[in-house]
C-alpha cells in the first residue's frame, strides 16, 4: 500500500477537534499496511460523544476511487470509543491509504481526533491527524506545504481528499523563489488520494532541498495535507497547508458599482478581497458591477465566476456581473469568487455581497 506518512493538515487552516457545526467530519488521511524502508503504518480513531443522549454515526472510508465501504457506529450519552488499525478493523482493508468522513446529525456533539503511527521493533513513532469541519472550508482556496530541509534525510508526501468536485493547480516551487512547474489536475468528490514521494508522483520531477508544493483550488473544495518522514526511523513530521497569498501579476483594485469608470469598493492592500462588503438589493430588477483589475503588463485580464450560485452571471469578459438575488435571501450575506487570469497566472479574487 505505500500507507506511509498520513500526517495532515487542511487548507482551510481549520482543524477542529470539537466541531462547531453539523454535517461531516472529514480526517483527510488513514491507512493499514506496509510502507518504505520496513516501516509499517495503523490509524486510530477516537470519538467521543458529549450529548446527553445517544448519537448515531455513519463512518465512510474514501480511497481514490471514492467512498469504499462505511460502517455504522451508536455512541452512548456522554461515552467515548476508541478504533486502533480502524482501516483494517471497522473498513476490512489489509493494505490501504483514504480519508475518514464522520457523518451525524449533530456534528458539534462530537469530539474526534486520530492518530497516524508507524509500529517498528523499536516502538511506535505517529502524529496526530485532527478531523476538519467540512462546512468551514472555503472555496477557492490557496495552500502551501513546506517540504523537508534535506531529502535525503527525508521522503515528503502530498495528499488530498476532495469535498466537491475540485480543480486544483499544483504548483512547484524551488528554494530560490523559481517556479519549477505547474500541473492542474481534477478530483471527483469524495476522493481522496496520496502522492508518496510528492514532487516526483505529482509534477515528474526531481525532489530538492526546501521545496514547497502550492495547491490552489480553482474550483471547489477540499483538503490537503503533507508528511515528511525520517527514512532511517520512520519518524513521521507534521507538515500543515498554510492559507497563503502570494504576489501575481494580476492587481485587484476592488469593484466598480455603477460601472462608471470608478471603484466605489476598493482593494486597498490588494489581498484578493474588498475590503466592505457591496450591499445588493433584492429586487425584480437585478443589480450590475465590474470587477477591476489589471496587470503591470497592461495584458487584459479574464475572469470567471467559481461555484457562483444561479442568480449571478458574469456578461462579459470585462468582468460585468449581473446579480438577481430572490427576497428569500433578504437580511443574509454571501461572498461572490472570481478566478482572474492573464499571462497563464491564475488568482482568486474575494467580494463578499449583504442583500437588503
Sequence with gaps: MKVKHLITATLAALVLPLSASAGSLIIPAAGTGPGANGSHWKSEVIIANQSLLPVNLTLVFHDGSGAAGTSALTLAARATVADDDIVATRFGRTSATGAIEIQAADTSKLAVTSRTYNESATGRFGQDIPAVDASTLDAASNSVLLGPASVVEQRFNVGIYAVTD??????????????????????????????????????????????????????????????????????????????????????????????????????????????????????????????????????????????AASDVTLIDDNGTVEWAPGSDRKGTSSTLKVRATVDGDTTILSIPANFR
Design 166 to 307: 475540485a480543480t486544483v493547480q499544483w504548483t512547484l516551487q524551488r528554494a530560490d523563489g523559481s517556479t519549477a512547474t505547474t500541473v492542474e489536475l481534477k478530483y471527483t468528490a469524495g476522493q481522496q488520494i496520496q502522492y508518496n514521494n510528492g514532487v516526483p508522483a505529482i509534477f515528474s520531477a526531481q525532489s530538492k532541498d526546501l521545496d514547497s508544493v502550492r495547491a490552489l483550488f480553482k474550483s471547489g473544495t477540499g483538503i490537503v495535507y503533507g508528511s515528511a518522514i525520517e527514512n532511517q526511523s520512520g519518524d513521521p513530521s507534521f507538515v500543515r497547508g498554510i492559507a497563503a497569498h502570494p504576489d501575481t501579476l494580476i492587481r485587484f483594485l476592488g469593484v466598480d458599482r455603477h460601472d462608471a469608470g470608478v471603484v466605489d469598493y476598493p482593494d486597498a492592500n490588494h489581498d484578493g478581497v474588498v475590503d466592505q462588503a457591496i450591499d445588493i438589493p433584492t429586487s425584480l430588477f437585478p443589480s450590475f458591477f465590474r470587477v477591476v483589475a489589471d496587470s503591470p503588463t497592461g495584458a487584459k485580464v479574464h475572469f470567471e465566476l467559481i461555484d
